[in-house]
C-alpha cells in the first residue's frame, strides 16, 4: 500500500490566497482527520471524519477552514483567505481503528507570507 | 485537553534507558505511542487499552495506569535510530463512540554514541 497521501508537500502563497490541502487516505481505513503541527501547539486536531461524515470540527480555528471528504478516497482542507499565522505543517492520517493506529501522511508544509 | 509529557527533553547515550510519561486529567479510553523523526511524519508505535501493557518492536514498551490516567513509555538499551520526538495521544470516547486523539507535548530524546 502507498499509504496515506497528500498533495502538495510544500506550499508557498501570499496572504489573502485560497490555500488546498488534498488527502488520500490508505484504502479501507473508515476515519481521517486532519492535524496541524506548530512549534508553539504541538499537534493539534483540527477535523475529523468517520465514513466519510465529519463527527468533530470543534479543532477548526475559524470560519476561513473548512473540510471536506466527498467519498472514501479523498479528503480537502481549504483555508481562505489564508493568514501567516496559517503557516504550519498539516497532516492528514487515516485509521481502520482497533488497535492499527494511525497511519500519517507526509504532511504539507504551508508558508503564508 | 491536552495530555502532559515529561521530560520534555532527554539526552542518552547508546545503550543507556529512558523513561517517558504521559498524564491526562481526563479518564481515558486508549493511549497511543508515536515517534517523530526531525521532518517527517509520526510513526505508531504502540497502543495501550485500559490497563493493558504491551510490548512493542525493538526495546520499546509501555504501560497504561487507568486509575491515574499515566502512560509510561519504556525504551531499553537505547540504539541511535531511537532518536526523535515521543509523542503520546490519548482518546476520550466521544458521544459517537468513536475515536479522538489529543497528542501531547512531546519528548526530544537525542542518543549520542
Known amino acids: 500500500d502507498a499509504g496515506v497521501i497528500q498533495s502538495p508537500r510544500h506550499e508557498v502563497t501570499e496572504m489573502g490566497q485560497e490555500v488546498t490541502l488534498r488527502c488520500k487516505p490508505i484504502s479501507g481505513h473508515n476515519s481521517l482527520f486532519w492535524y496541524r503541527q506548530t512549534m508553539m501547539r504541538g499537534l493539534e486536531l483540527l477535523i475529523y471524519f468517520n465514513n466519510n461524515v465529519p463527527i468533530d470540527d470543534s479543532g477548526m480555528p475559524e470560519d476561513r477552514f473548512s473540510a471536506k471528504m466527498p467519498n472514501a478516497s479523498f479528503s480537502t482542507l481549504k483555508i481562505q483567505p489564508s493568514e501567516p499565522r496559517d503557516s504550519a505543517v498539516y497532516f492528514c492520517?487515516?485509521?481502520?481503528?482497533?488497535?492499527?493506529?494511525?497511519?500519517f501522511g507526509s504532511g504539507t508544509r504551508l508558508t503564508v507570507v | 485537553q491536552q495530555p502532559v509529557q515529561s521530560p520534555q527533553a532527554v539526552i542518552l547515550r547508546e545503550g543507556e534507558d529512558a523513561v517517558i510519561n504521559c498524564s491526562s486529567s481526563k479518564a481515558l479510553y486508549s493511549v497511543h505511542w508515536y515517534r517523530q523523526k526531525h521532518g517527517e511524519a509520526p510513526v505508531f508505535l504502540m497502543i495501550?487499552?485500559?490497563?493493558?501493557e504491551q510490548k512493542g518492536h525493538e526495546k520499546i514498551s509501555a504501560s497504561f495506569n487507568e486509575k491515574k490516567q499515566q502512560s509510561s513509555l519504556y525504551l531499553t538499551a537505547s540504539q541511535l535510530s531511537y532518536s526523535g520526538t515521543y509523542f503520546c495521544g490519548t482518546e476520550i470516547r466521544s458521544n459517537f463512540g468513536n475515536e479522538k486523539l489529543t497528542f501531547g507535548t512531546g519528548t526530544r530524546l537525542t542518543i549520542i554514541p
Open positions: 492520517a487515516s485509521s481502520l481503528g482497533g488497535r492499527l493506529g494511525y497511519t
Open positions: 495501550l487499552l485500559k490497563g493493558g
